[in-house]
């Protein structure tokens, strides 16, 4: 008993190791209330060093009662009220171009209270942090912004989407900060801001507690991964029963059509036989015309003498 439990406490530590701020989760611990290090982020994806976060908090559900709600892994807020909504985004399903411009919509329908006016609308940001460059030009940074189409000048309603390329992980200071995300020793960090949380969340007694939902949902994973593999096994032994069922009845509906075929056939030969034997016809030549044999011919002949 003692051994097993020893074991999942290594397995639980390897887990916990291995994590990166790639995965959402992990960075939603690493983030949350740590303004120094959203302040970081921030000041690195939008190139601005004097940016000065208030506050910051992860999982932020926001209601929106006459249609789809949403909940936001990171907001934040500066000094100066603009809002931004950061998303870690592994899948590429996951950051498709109308999904920014929900989150959008919703952090002005949030953020813009009974009775102020429309000017009083804050700055906002929705920064999506991909795995893969789903845009596809292979650029660090995507700066989303709306244009009048005549003269191509920006149209400055406050509202900004930012789409980050986490591979591009070169020595630039942006490319230092993908790196960071995918870094699972807090030794390797290139932004002291991240090492502290990351050395705390990963070897201290607390951070391990802390990060029960984490290991929940790995857990989850592996038993939701376990249950599909079995799935897929019985899955296997059904089809292939079905096969092996679908070929025996096939067999079985050939034989009797066969069968069917067969007897018709017989019946036509008879009744021929019987009409040319009525006309007066030979024995040889209606057993030739009829396809019957000698002895078939024959007893029918008998039976319309009679």
Same mark, same amino acid.
């Given at each position: 008993?003692?051994?097993?439990?020893?074991?999942?406490?290594?397995?639980?530590?390897?887990?916990?190791?291995?994590?990166?701020?790639?995965?959402?989760r992990?960075?939603n611990?690493?983030?949350d209330?740590?303004?120094?290090?959203?302040?970081?982020?921030?000041r690195i994806?939008?190139?601005?060093?004097?940016?000065?976060?208030?506050?910051?908090?992860?999982?932020?559900?926001?209601?929106?009662?006459?249609?789809?709600?949403?909940?936001?892994?990171?907001?934040?807020?500066?000094s100066?009220?603009?809002?931004?909504?950061?998303?870690?985004?592994?899948?590429?399903?996951?950051?498709?171009?109308?999904?920014?411009?929900f989150?959008?919509?919703?952090?002005?329908?949030?953020?813009?209270?009974?009775g102020?006016?429309?000017?009083?609308?804050?700055?906002?940001?929705?920064?999506?942090?991909?795995e893969?460059?789903?845009?596809?030009?292979?650029?660090?940074?995507?700066n989303?912004?709306?244009r009048i189409?005549?003269?191509?000048?920006?149209?400055?309603?406050?509202?900004?989407?930012?789409?980050?390329?986490?591979?591009?992980?070169?020595d630039?200071a942006?490319?230092?900060l993908m790196?960071?995300?995918y870094?699972?020793?807090?030794?390797?960090?290139?932004?002291? @801001?991240f *090492?502290?949380?990351?050395?705390?969340? +990963?070897?201290?007694?607390?951070? &391990? %507690?802390?990060?029960?939902?984490?290991? #929940?949902?790995?857990?989850?994973?592996k038993? @939701?991964? *376990?249950?599909k593999?079995?799935?897929? +096994?019985?899955?296997?032994?059904? &089809? %292939?029963?079905?096969?092996?069922?679908a #070929?025996?009845?096939?067999?079985?509906?050939?034989?009797?059509?066969?069968?069917?075929?067969?007897e +018709?056939?017989?019946?036509r030969?008879? %009744?021929?036989?019987k009409?040319?034997?009525?006309?007066?016809?030979?024995?040889e030549?209606?057993?030739?015309?009829?396809?019957?044999?000698?002895?078939?011919?024959?007893?029918?002949?008998?039976?319309?003498?009679?």
């Amino acid at each position: 008993m003692q051994t097993n439990e020893a074991s999942q406490d290594s397995e639980i530590k390897h887990v916990i190791r291995s994590l990166c701020m790639m995965n959402n989760r992990f960075m939603n611990f690493m983030l949350d209330d740590n303004k120094e290090a959203a302040q970081v982020f921030l000041r690195i994806i939008l190139g601005d060093d004097k940016i000065k976060v208030k506050n910051v908090r992860i999982q932020s559900f926001i209601q929106n009662i006459y249609g789809h709600s949403s909940q936001l892994d990171i907001l934040a807020q500066d000094s100066k009220g603009r809002y931004f909504n950061v998303e870690v985004q592994r899948s590429d399903e996951g950051a498709p171009a109308r999904r920014a411009r929900f989150y959008s919509s919703i952090l002005d329908t949030h953020f813009l209270q009974p009775g102020k006016l429309y000017e009083e609308l804050p700055d906002t940001y929705v920064i999506f942090i991909t795995e893969n460059d789903v845009l596809h030009d292979n650029l660090p940074l995507y700066n989303i912004r709306r244009r009048i189409d005549e003269n191509a000048k920006c149209f400055e309603d406050g509202s900004h989407i930012i789409y980050v390329n986490s591979q591009r992980r070169d020595d630039t200071a942006l490319g230092k900060l993908m790196q960071d995300l995918y870094c699972t020793e807090p030794k390797n960090l290139h932004y002291h @801001e991240f *090492a502290e949380r990351m050395e705390f969340l +990963k070897y201290s007694k607390e951070g &391990e %507690e802390k990060m029960t939902d984490v290991i #929940e949902e790995y857990a989850a994973r592996k038993a @939701e991964a *376990a249950a599909k593999a079995v799935e897929e +096994k019985m899955t296997d032994v059904i &089809e %292939e029963y079905a096969a092996r069922k679908a #070929e025996v009845l096939a067999k079985q509906v050939a034989k009797e059509v066969a069968k069917e075929a067969t007897e +018709k056939a017989q019946a036509r030969n008879i %009744e021929l036989a019987k009409e040319l034997l009525s006309e007066g016809e030979s024995i040889e030549r209606t057993v030739r015309l009829s396809k019957l044999s000698e002895a078939e011919v024959r007893e029918l002949a008998s039976k319309l003498s009679a």
